[in-house]
């Protein structure tokens, strides 16, 4: 099975300040990457899907790229909406697809 | 607007059964794949099972295989999980997922694993 790991665990940021998340494969995924988003109490949201490609509705200052092993996602200017637990996962062939262990995006 | 809703959570016994119940709404239902994905209290995100459009192929994760079945009934919009020997660690809520893959009515299907649309989950708490 894929492995997928993601630093840091938790990052402590302002509104304003720029974030990114790291997100690693243990194995070679080539773009087979998506990212989300969860609140407490809600169900995940899809934010980027193919490594890089924003879904629709998904605000601008997110962003992410890579390919192969390494991803990152980037929040340009955080807002206080965006202070959630992000998380990747490997849609790469056949199953199971795994995710990252999540990253806390706290004040 | 696409929905979808669980449903058949709660309280079993180890070794019991459950199944639960995702009701599709806003979209049509007969042409994509739908997922199952599980979250254990405090914990990330464990992908369960899949179904293909047309409930022709089922793929399952290690721990779900021979324990857990995954069905749809395309004239109710409802896919459901048939969870049986249940154990303490399957405690969770259990999401049904949209896969971003339609089929586009020629050619083979091979779901995406994108998941484009979440239900809110159900709670199934396994517990003497």
């Known amino acids: 099975d894929i492995q997928m790991t993601q630093s840091p665990s938790s990052v402590s940021a302002s509104v304003g300040d720029r974030v990114t998340i790291t997100c690693r494969a243990s194995q070679g995924i080539n773009d087979w990457l998506v990212w989300y988003q969860q609140k407490p109490g809600e169900a995940p949201k899809l934010l980027i899907y193919s490594a890089s490609t924003l879904q629709s509705g998904v605000p601008s200052r997110f962003s992410a790229s890579g390919s192969g092993t390494d991803f990152t996602l980037t929040i340009s200017s955080l807002q206080p909406d965006d202070f959630a637990t992000y998380y990747c996962q490997h849609a790469n062939g056949f199953p199971p697809w795994t995710f990252g262990q999540g990253t806390r995006v706290e004040i | 607007q696409v929905q979808l809703v669980e449903s058949g959570g709660g309280v079993v016994q180890p070794g019991k059964s459950l199944r639960l119940s995702c009701a599709a709404s806003?979209?049509?239902?007969?042409?994509?794949?739908i997922h199952w994905v599980r979250q254990a209290p405090g914990k990330g995100l464990e992908w369960v099972a899949v179904i293909w459009y047309d409930g022709s192929k089922e793929k399952y994760a290690a721990f779900a295989k021979d324990r857990f079945t995954i069905s749809r009934d395309n004239s109710k919009d409802t896919v459901f999980l048939q969870m049986s020997g249940l154990r303490d660690e399957d405690t969770a809520v259990y999401y049904c997922?949209?896969?971003?893959?339609?089929?586009?009515?020629?050619?083979?299907?091979?779901?995406?694993?994108?998941?484009?649309?979440w239900g809110q989950g159900t709670l199934v708490t396994v517990s003497s």
């Open positions: 997922a949209r896969d971003r893959r339609q089929y586009s009515g020629s050619g083979p299907y091979y779901p995406v694993a994108i998941f484009d649309y």
């Open positions: 806003g979209f049509t239902f007969s042409i994509y794949g």
